[in-house]
């Protein structure tokens, strides 16, 4: 039976969502595709009208989970300037926190499958890549509103800085999730480093 396009298209999305948050949670290796199919609510050989291969799928899901992270932080970093906050702090307060540690599956790619993805090669390791420059590039762009004079070297070189701060807090924080202390030192001690990064206060995060 010929499925119509917005059916093809709504398929694909489900496909991409479910992959997303079952490999975040899981691990890329971890998830076969009889897995994400079922998640979406389609049959297994449903999946390879949309892709061929599960190494294909995983490209475009991190792209685009990443790609759609940085739209979101986008729009969260003009949200705080309209209510008068400080945009890059108010991206690392919404990061930084113990319900993101706590959900691989809702949060970010690159803190939950950085380290996998940058073992594996092309199509898989230049769709994390891709993700990366999309989130520094909004940090940059927030760099520069903050401090217009900073080179363009250094203003990349400190959204990379920030970035690495912020994915590592919240790897380190999951990796110490049995000792509550440590965990949300590991958060707290990120926080204060990514601040400084651009001359912010740093604001220790709520026990």
């Known amino acids: 039976m010929r499925v119509d396009r917005p059916t093809v298209v709504s398929h694909r999305a489900a496909i991409l969502d479910a992959a997303g948050r079952l490999f975040r949670r899981h691990g890329i290796a971890a998830v076969p595709v009889a897995e994400v199919t079922r998640e979406a609510g389609l049959t297994h050989g449903a999946f390879y009208g ?64 950085g380290p996998e993805i940058a073992r594996a090669g092309a199509p898989l390791a230049d769709a994390l890549g891709a993700g990366v420059a999309a989130l520094a590039v909004v940090l940059e762009q927030e760099i520069a509103r903050r401090d217009p004079t900073m080179a363009e070297p250094d203003r990349t070189r400190t959204a990379l800085a920030i970035l690495a701060t912020l994915t590592g807090g919240i790897v380190l924080a999951r990796a110490c999730r049995a000792n509550p202390v440590r965990s949300h030192a590991a958060l707290d001690g990120a926080a204060r480093l990514a601040r400084q990064a651009v001359g912010l206060t740093p604001e220790p995060l709520l026990p």
Request: glycine share 4%.
């Open 50 to 113: 949309h892709f061929a291969s599960k190494d294909a799928l995983a490209a475009e899901s991190c792209r685009t989970s990443l790609e759609e992270a940085a739209e979101r932080w986008a729009a969260r970093a003009e949200r705080a300037r309209a209510f008068g906050r400080e945009p890059i702090g108010a991206l690392i307060d919404a990061y930084l926190t113990e319900r993101h540690r706590d959900s691989p599956e809702e949060g970010c790619a690159l803190a939950a499958l």
